[in-house]
């Protein structure tokens, strides 16, 4: 089959050949790809370090062309949305069924792969919240893959969706169409507490948006993007400063039984109710080209490779 490979001696760290064809385990359907998003951790994993040969990505739609066989997971023919650790750049892509979730036969692929990372991230992260009806929740980092699907989610769970982002005036008309109520620069801004904060930067971003919390309330730190560490000023966790307020960490592929939430997910995409919305599409053989946009910055939202 053919597959995007790394190959350190590409400017790219990428070079579209050929490669043996997965061979699936019990548990595993194999599946033939037909769109994959990227996210900013593989593409800088492509480029910084990634043993040659080797097929990356974590996000793919596609199809069954091999049910898996323990009898888990849907027949052949089935259009599905797969997560994994590698496998998403190549025409097959051999996935546990427990990280397989099925699609409307009317879905749009592209759209549909966007879902894995992104969408899983901000669904399973805004659980950690607990019941957020009525209550402010903050969204940093709103404009990324993760973050404008928090945003969506935040709001049909019944939130007031307050979403920082570095420039409001060029995203903020973006952002309170897909259901923030207030578009904020800087956390530290904010006029009222929030009882939850979705943090997708860390650094001052997280600590800004901790100092926010009201009593009772949890930040969950999902992203990391800016790459600084944080630094609590003195007191900020102090007992006065707001009681019982909490920290949780994220880690996607510690979460179980994703099919069901992927299922749901893809049928929320198909129907509009959630947008993807993808910043950039393009066949696959130009990753490089949106490998580029989205280390640099220059992506807010999807980049979609449509494997043709």
Known sequence: MRALITDPATPSGLLLSETPDPVPAPDEALVRVTATSLNHGEASLARQGAPAGVVLGWDAAGVVVRPAADGSGPPAGTPVVTLGMAGAWAEQRAVNTAMLGTVPEDADPGAISTIPVAGLSALRALRRLGPVL????????????????????????????????????????????????????????????????????????????????????????????????????????????????????????????????????????????????????????????????????????KAVLDIT
């Open 134 to 301: 009525g209550r402010r929740v903050l969204i940093t980092g709103a404009t990324g893959g993760v973050g404008r699907y928090a945003v969506q989610l935040a709001r049909l769970a019944g939130a007031h969706v307050v979403a920082a982002t570095g420039d409001p005036a060029a995203h903020g008309d973006t952002l309170r169409s897909l259901g923030a109520d207030e578009v904020v620069a800087d956390p530290a801004h904010l006029d009222e507490p929030v009882h939850g904060v979705l943090d997708m930067v860390g650094g001052p971003a997280l600590v800004a948006g901790y100092d926010r919390l009201t009593p009772g309330g949890t930040l969950v730190a999902v992203g990391r993007v800016t790459g600084e560490g944080e630094t609590f000023p003195y007191a900020l966790l102090s007992g006065d400063r707001g009681h019982d307020r909490s920290i949780v960490s994220f880690y996607l592929p510690g979460e179980s039984a994703l099919g069901p939430d992927l299922t749901w997910l893809a049928a929320k995409v198909a129907a509009r109710v959630l947008t993807p919305e993808i910043s950039w599409r393009g066949p696959w053989d130009k990753a490089p080209k949106a490998m580029d946009a989205l280390l640099n910055r220059r992506l807010h939202g």
